[in-house]
T-cell receptor, first 114, second 117 residues
Framework: DGGITQSPKYLFRKEGQNVTLSCEQN?????MYWYRQDPGQGLRLIYY???????QKGDIAEGYSVSREKKESFPLTVTSAQKNPTAFYLC?????????????FGSGTQLSVL | AQKITQTQPGMFVQEKEAVTLDCTYD???????LFWYKQPSSGEMIFLIY??????QNATEGRYSLNFQKARKSANLVISASQLGDSAMYFC??????????????FGQGTTLQVKP
């Protein structure tokens, strides 16, 4: 099946721990995005990547890091510097960044703090 | 700066009736695109409909239509013949301005729709 796979669906973080959220796509899309969603709120952009080996900070990048070593993969690490990490995280892709077309979304990862 | 505003935090509609979800936007661009997504309780974001700023007709996709009023900068979503499965959160979004090449979407705060049987 073509699509975007996010794993795990649920993740728990202990204080001081780094955790990594996985996002894999087989749509052959160039651009990938990480959004954060807090309860009852809209989506805010954390990081995005338009091409392999390149990524840019979004609106709320502090306490997060990413890598884009392969076109298919865009993992997000929530570091211990992120003091309020509890949220729903959504990965999205787009065939080309500049085109005025929709984003495709994964099914999300719910991160909670123990 | 671009902004999307959804002023209805929550809405109720009776099954089989139509409902309108409001969305206003702010942009200085002449060319832009507006999107609506549905987010059920499971969390995934489902694309519903798209309207381009130069499209002469309002977009329609099955039971979804977009009431696009360019001069008023509004792009309201109309759902006809509501079904219980329409209960979800709905987001209006706009692509970041033409001066940017990020391709990101800017989202409103969302409207929670509950369909009553």
């Amino acid at each position: 099946d073509g699509g975007i796979t996010q794993s795990p669906k649920y993740l728990f973080r202990k204080e001081g721990q780094n955790v990594t959220l996985s996002c894999e796509q087989n749509l052959n899309h160039d651009a990938m995005y990480w959004y954060r969603q807090d309860p009852g709120q809209g989506l805010r952009l954390i990081y995005y990547s338009q091409i392999v080996n390149d990524f840019q900070k979004g609106d709320i990048a502090e306490g997060y890091s990413v890598s884009r070593e392969k076109k298919e993969s865009f993992p997000l690490t929530v570091t211990s510097a992120q003091k309020n990490p509890t949220a729903f995280y959504l990965c999205a892709t787009k065939s080309q960044p500049r085109r005025n077309e929709k984003l495709f979304f994964g099914s999300g990862t719910q991160l909670s703090v123990l | 700066a671009q902004k999307i505003t959804q002023t209805q935090p929550g809405m109720f509609v009776q099954e089989k009736e139509a409902v309108t979800l409001d969305c206003t936007y702010d942009t200085s661009d002449q060319s832009y695109g507006l999107f609506w997504y549905k987010q059920p309780s499971s969390g995934e974001m489902i694309f519903l409909i798209y309207q381009g700023s130069y499209d002469e007709q309002n977009a329609t996709e099955g039971r979804y239509s977009l009431n696009f009023q360019k001069a008023r900068k509004s792009a309201n979503l109309v759902i006809s013949a509501s079904q219980l499965g329409d209960s979800a959160m709905y987001f209006c979004a706009m692509r970041e301005g033409s001066g940017s090449n990020t391709g990101k979407l800017i989202f409103g705060q969302g409207t929670t729709l509950q369909v009553k049987p």
